[in-house]
């Protein structure tokens, strides 16, 4: 009895479950290309950090 409860259960809710699942990892995913970006980024190539002509 208790295991017909569980199956019908799981079989409700597994697709709400997965598509859950997958917007977190596409979010973490997201997150972890923008912290990567921000690591790997060379200030020397950012335009916008240097106002007026870089002195050497």
Do not use: G
């Amino acid at each position: 009895m208790r295991d017909q409860y569980d199956a019908r259960l799981w079989n409700d809710s597994h697709e709400e479950i997965s598509k859950s699942a997958d917007h977190f990892l596409h979010r973490v995913m997201q997150a972890f290309r923008v912290l990567h970006r921000i690591e790997w980024s060379a200030p020397w190539a950012d335009e916008r950090q240097c106002k007026r002509p870089c002195q050497s």
